[in-house]
């Protein structure tokens, strides 16, 4: 296939890891037509809790106030995004309150760190024991992505089992756990700060969005919350897609469901993610302006016993232009074992998913980023 310029130098070597096989390279595109994902306005939420209550973590009170309310549009809100988890799995929403200042302080420091030598930004690289940092050759679906990436703990650290058996389906894994601990760049000047402020704000928005998901389920809006409380496997990540001169052939992020319970981004204006719809057709999101792409994973699907299902997607590149792109990844404590809800199960609806440990997933998923582990764990492995 010849040398590529200008990428990390293993990207050049071993540029045959990164082509899909046939059937999944995107050289066929995606509709980008009429047909999108929802846009929803938070706002009646926001009026509704009023300034004081929408910024703290009450849950109680704030669940309270969203079960007990008689306002029509914050029942329309929660009805919209029970509509848009149910039919696409995903939906953009705005009138959030994140403030913008902080976006683009973020963005600003991505494209700086991104910037940096090779070198300098592996020495804060991320491996198969140290989960958190800088990581150019992660794998999905066993294929290398197009990407670059750097990835912290919301709470300052990502906890794992120590270990798990090779054959995941049984289970198994070390009483013990390890710690990784974030590691911060020396450059540029002001990213810590940045980046943790930046995931204070957004995590307290998927806070408010696990609830208000939650109570379209007709479940009580603070019936997860004390899976997040202290500890929890948060994350937040800054992607970085270089412009690609084999497009056609290789995936940013080949197709994958996402295996936590909510995933928050921010994207630039370039494009590149894509939905499968329910009837196998790829759907380009198309970018808007300072909005948040919202999407349920497994978790929320075993919880939801399938009324709301974590759907495919993938993250294409552009030939000319390079793309950034920042999830938060809003997933529970590893001690966090995952079933459908009680509410939701009875002999008409039996339960469709045996309880199943969040870490010990989270773990054995984490290895497959990094090895060639045969089939990548599903929550289908854990079906009835």
């Not at 009680?342 to 309880?355: F, G, I």
């Amino acid at each position: 296939m010849g040398r590529i310029a200008n990428f990390p130098s293993s990207w050049s070597k071993d540029a045959e890891a990164f082509v899909l096989s046939s059937e999944h390279r995107p050289s066929s595109g995606a509709d980008s037509g009429d047909d999108d994902v929802p846009v929803i306005s938070l706002k009646p939420l926001f009026d509704a809790l009023g300034a004081e209550l929408a910024k703290g973590s009450d849950w109680a009170a704030i669940s309270a106030k969203v079960e007990q309310s008689e306002d029509s549009a914050l029942r329309s809100l929660v009805e919209a995004i029970g509509n848009a988890c149910a039919e696409w799995g995903f939906f953009q929403v705005i009138d959030h309150e994140v403030p913008r200042e902080l976006l683009h302080k973020v963005k600003d420091v991505a494209k700086e760190f991104f910037t940096l030598p090779v070198e300098e930004k592996k020495k804060i690289g991320r491996s198969f024991d140290r989960h958190l940092g800088y990581n150019d050759s992660e794998l999905t679906k066993n294929t290398r992505d197009w990407k670059e990436i750097f990835d912290w703990a919301a709470i300052g650290y990502m906890e794992m089992p120590e270990t798990v058996e090779s054959d995941y389906r049984s289970g198994k894994y070390s009483k013990t756990t390890v710690k990784s601990y974030n590691q911060w760049p020396e450059k540029p000047e002001g990213f810590r700060d940045a980046c943790e402020e930046y995931t204070a704000a957004v995590v307290h928005l998927a806070s408010l969005l696990l609830g208000l998901i939650t109570v379209s389920l007709g479940l009580p809006f603070n019936l997860f919350h004390h899976c997040f409380d202290t500890e929890n496997t948060i994350r937040a990540r800054l992607n970085y897609y270089p412009q690609c001169p084999l497009a056609d052939m290789v995936c940013g992020v080949n197709r994958h469901v996402d295996s936590g319970a909510l995933t928050v981004l921010a994207q630039d204006d370039v494009g590149g993610l894509q939905v499968k719809r329910k009837d196998g057709q790829w759907i380009a999101i198309r970018p808007c302006e300072e909005a948040f792409v919202v999407n349920v994973g497994a978790i929320f699907q075993v919880w939801s016993n399938d009324k709301y299902c974590g759907v495919e997607h993938r993250v294409v590149v552009n030939e000319t232009r390079e793309r950034f792109s920042i999830p938060v990844f809003f997933d529970p404590d590893i001690r966090t074992d995952v079933s459908p809800a009680p509410q939701l199960v009875d002999e008409t609806h039996p339960a469709h998913y045996q309880s199943y440990n969040w870490g010990f997933f989270r773990r054995t998923r984490n290895n497959g980023n990094f090895k060639q582990l045969g089939e990548n764990i599903q929550i289908y492995h854990y079906a009835i």
